[in-house]
């Protein structure tokens, strides 16, 4: 199935982002950005075939690529948008490099979040910022974030700071291409670039296109917000319904007008999900398959960044793990080399719990039950003795009803030693004298009661 690629806007052209814009925003922000380190994967490497690179945006100031873009913007804003103050909406990494700048140069800003930005990144916001931003949370979103960022534009005639849907921006982070080129002494074979907004992959790709031809860009999204995808199955950017804010520096509902007319100039070929039957097809274009997207699930994001983390101590955040997430399914050429930018490394230590809960159900370690104890003493013995196998643990325990007494339905979670061992523990439940249900991922009553 072919879907044509077309701009939403017509105003809107990828020719407003060039290589050389690239260039001009290197030099432009040499000397507040270092050169991330490119380290090379031994265990990625051994995993895929490839030679893996991990370019460390992590070990940015703001912990993020995303400075890049937003000092880039400022910097060159004339007197009077400098004196009108900047206004900008973020999931937190764009609004970190917004806050750095207006410290930086001495101009007052606003930065709307999404309210459920994590403490970690509004706090950094503010550290960055010193007593030169506002932080206004706002909507359970970052579109209801920028919504308000937007109003606020309108209302007060500041001068707007858009973290991805800008050349500037897109420039600016696009510098990210023009180093790992140096840093390499070489073109790679495949680069791969998480998406949220698309300014970054639109910098990266225009970039490499021009100075490394034959580099191929891969550009991974999570299922529950798959903005690009759906734009380029479309034709156009549209409105996802509703996102998963799990992955909060890709939870974007909408592509970029200019990000998607530059992967649809480029004929990005998409490669569906199995969790999303109705966004496949391919746009077609020029660059064929040297252009790709993909979608990864949230339970192996999770997964990838707890491995970063044990193996390689890389604190990554949810979005800064999508690149390595996409590799175990990407079809690289063996001893070919391949570059995964991690984005962020702006995770709240908070959240660890629910990474960790997400990569079990994903790994198939963790499951829940309701379980209808009989009313005899000794049930919940038996269930333990006879039920749950030698490697197995609860993990959760809740009676549904307050006045139970070691009888009556409970919710029950349990760890299997090995993902294997469920269909063994599903046929001892089956021959037990206990009823059991088992709680599916996705159910209304998975996601209430877990």
Do not use: W
Not at 49 to 77: C, F, H, P, T, W
Not at 191 to 204: K, L, R, S, T, W
Not at 295 to 317: K, R, S, W
Not at 377 to 405: C, H
């Amino acid at each position: 199935m072919s879907h044509s690629p077309k701009l939403a806007d017509p105003k809107v052209t990828s020719s407003a982002l060039t290589a050389d814009d690239i260039d001009a925003a290197a030099k432009r922000i040499a000397h507040i950005i270092d050169a991330t380190p490119l380290q090379f994967s031994e265990r990625l490497s051994a995993l895929t075939g490839a030679r893996v690179y991990l370019k460390r945006e992590d070990l940015q100031m703001v912990r993020s690529y995303k400075i890049r873009g937003a000092y880039n913007l400022i910097v060159q804003l004339d007197a009077d948008e400098r004196a009108a103050g900047v206004v900008t909406a973020s999931a937190g990494n764009h609004a970190q490099g917004v806050a750095f700048a207006c410290r930086s140069m001495g101009i007052r800003g606003r930065i709307y979040v999404p309210a459920n930005t994590p403490k970690q990144k509004r706090d950094r916001i503010m550290v960055h910022g010193g007593g030169f931003v506002e932080l206004i949370p706002t909507g359970e979103t970052y579109d209801a974030a920028a919504a308000a960022a937007a109003a606020d534009v309108e209302r007060t005639g500041a001068t707007m700071v858009p973290p991805f849907d800008d050349p500037r921006t897109a420039a600016g982070q696009g510098t990210i291409a023009a180093e790992i080129l140096a840093q390499l002494g070489e073109a790679p074979a495949t680069v791969v670039v998480p998406v949220g907004g698309g300014g970054c992959i639109a910098g990266i790709a225009t970039y490499l296109d021009e100075r490394a031809p034959e580099t191929a860009i891969v550009g991974v999204e999570p299922v529950g917000a798959a903005s690009m995808t759906a734009a380029l199955v479309a034709g156009g950017p549209v409105t996802l319904p509703d996102v998963d804010p799990f992955v909060d520096g890709a939870a974007v509902k909408r592509v970029g007008e200019l990000p998607y007319a530059v992967m649809a100039r480029f004929g990005a070929h998409v490669v569906s999900h199995s969790q999303l039957p109705l966004i496949e097809g391919t746009a077609a274009g020029r660059a064929g398959d040297r252009f790709v997207m993909t979608q990864v699930d949230e339970g192996a994001i999770c997964t990838a960044m707890l491995e970063l983390y044990q193996n390689e101590g890389i604190i990554a955040e949810p979005a800064g793990a999508l690149s390595v997430t996409a590799l175990a399914s990407l079809d690289v050429e063996p001893g070919s080399t391949v570059v995964c930018l991690i984005s962020g490394g702006n995770n709240d230590v908070s959240r660890y719990g629910e990474i960790l809960e997400r990569s079990l159900v994903h790994l198939g370690l963790k499951h829940y039950f309701l379980v209808d104890f009989p009313q005899e003493p000794g049930a919940l013995r038996g269930f333990l003795d006879q039920v749950l196998g030698p490697d197995d643990d609860i993990t959760l325990f809740e009676y549904v009803k307050r006045n139970n007494r070691e009888t009556g339905a409970a919710l029950v979670g349990i760890e299997l030693g090995s993902a294997d061992g469920l269909s063994a523990l599903l046929e001892r439940m089956r021959c037990s004298r206990i009823e059991v249900e088992q709680l599916e991922p996705g159910t209304p009553a998975y996601r209430y009661l877990t």
